[in-house]
């Protein structure tokens, strides 16, 4: 017969429910981590994260915390805490501690002394009292990265509860995470807003060189920015990603560039125009190729620009491309650079009409012109009854 030599006794009980106590709070504090990490992985804005923390912290079954509290962080005011998340708070707190100056309450003492601040009940550091008030203590628990104070979670708890190591440890934990996520997220924000500076500044470049360009030629003023809105409408009609399209937009804004180097005598002349005279107006892909191309885009635009005379057939200039050969871009840039030129009046002859120009693009799809563009521009016209072009070029 078995005889059991170490029997159960109550310490070893109390070591196992120890252990699994801390086990499970393991799992939850891993369990939060990774919520808030997927979520912050996401185009999560910060004050979600916040809110969601917030609400995860609450849930936590082995946490001595009410359902209620706030999670403070620190904004463009040095030493004041800014409210970013909160729940089941009363009225009169969401006005009164919606800005907590450092060392004030419980929270700006957390954030003045960068330490964890516990009370049991409402003692004097709680210098925020309204009518009505509950009776109750907190954990307020800075939000540190390095020694930068970066915000406060702030969690009630039933008066008279004892301070405990675990929750601490626990509140930390998270606190420290938060921390982690506030800095990228403020970091990724940073550089969006240097990405949108450079972009504006970007777009007045590119647009002070279309004026340029068309200074020299006062008939066809606005030409590019026109064929610029519609290769982009093409473009979104292809379902085209939208850094691609950004990038059609550049080079069509640039497409004539290259005109500046043509005698302002022929652009603006109103008859015919000689072979000799054609021929140097068709350099000007070549010349906008030349300008553009030590200009470090982060797309092809000089290439676009080159190509935006090339036919599917090959019968295009300035190299004769055809088919795939052609960037996807310069066989759109082609279509929206025809029908805008049809549309529109030229020196040398009156405006044909953008049913003309419809009818030229459709008859050469597959041919001169690109078949899926060809059909995207014509699906833009028929959705509109015809006013795309209008839109498209105001």
């Known amino acids: ?3 059991n ?21 393991n799992q939850d504090l891993l369990a939060t981590m990774n919520c808030l990490m997927r979520l912050s992985l996401e185009e999560t ?7 969601a923390a917030l609400d995860l912290i609450v849930s936590i079954p082995w946490l001595s915390v009410q359902s209620k509290g706030s999670i403070f962080i620190v904004e463009d005011e040095p030493g004041v805490l800014v409210m970013k998340a909160q729940s089941g708070l009363a009225a009169p707190l969401l006005e009164t501690c919606a800005r907590v100056p450092f060392g004030r309450c419980l929270c700006g003492r957390a954030a003045l002394e960068r330490k964890i601040q516990f009370a049991a009940h409402l003692d004097e550091r709680h210098e925020t009292r309204y009518e009505g008030i509950v009776p109750h203590g907190h954990y307020c628990v800075p939000i540190l990265y390095a020694d930068r104070i970066l915000g406060v979670i702030n969690l009630y708890v039933r008066e008279g509860h ?3 190591n675990n929750e601490e440890e626990f509140l930390a934990a998270i606190a420290d995470m938060l921390a982690g996520i ?3 997220k403020r970091g990724e924000e940073a550089l969006k807003q240097s990405i949108a500076k450079m972009r504006r500044t970007l777009d007045g470049v590119v647009n002070a060189l279309a004026v340029t360009a068309e200074k020299r030629d006062p008939y066809t003023a606005g030409h590019q920015q026109r064929v610029s809105h519609l290769a982009c409408a093409i473009a979104k009609e292809m379902k085209l990603p939208e850094d691609q399209i950004d990038g059609i937009r ?23 125009l000689t072979e000799l005279e054609w021929g140097l107006i068709r350099c000007h892909p070549q010349a906008g190729y030349e300008i553009l191309k030590n200009i470090p885009f982060t797309w092809p635009v ?7 005379h090339e036919r599917m057939n090959g019968s295009g200039y300035p190299s004769g491309l055809s088919g795939e050969e052609i960037l996807l871009e310069a066989r759109i840039l082609a279509i ?9 009046h030229r020196p040398y002859r009156p405006a044909l009409g953008i049913k003309e120009a419809l009818t030229e693009i459709s008859q050469n799809s597959g041919v001169l012109y690109d078949s899926d563009a060809v059909n995207a521009c014509s699906r833009l016209f028929q959705k509109d009854d015809l006013t795309t072009l209008a839109r498209c070029m105001s």
């Open 1 to 3: 017969m078995y005889i």
């Open 5 to 25: 030599k170490h029997p159960v006794t109550h310490e070893t009980r109390r070591y196992t429910c120890d252990v699994e106590e801390q086990l499970k709070r």
């Open 45 to 51: 804005n910060l004050e979600d994260i916040l809110r």
């Open 162 to 164: 004892v301070r405990q």
């Open 182 to 184: 506030i800095i990228r």
């Open 250 to 272: 550049v080079a069509a804004t640039l497409h004539d560039i290259g005109k500046i180097a043509v005698p302002s005598e022929i652009l603006t002349k109103p008859g015919q």
């Open 302 to 308: 000089a290439r676009i620009v080159l190509q935006h």
């Open 336 to 344: 929206a650079d025809v029908v805008e030129a049809m549309a529109s």
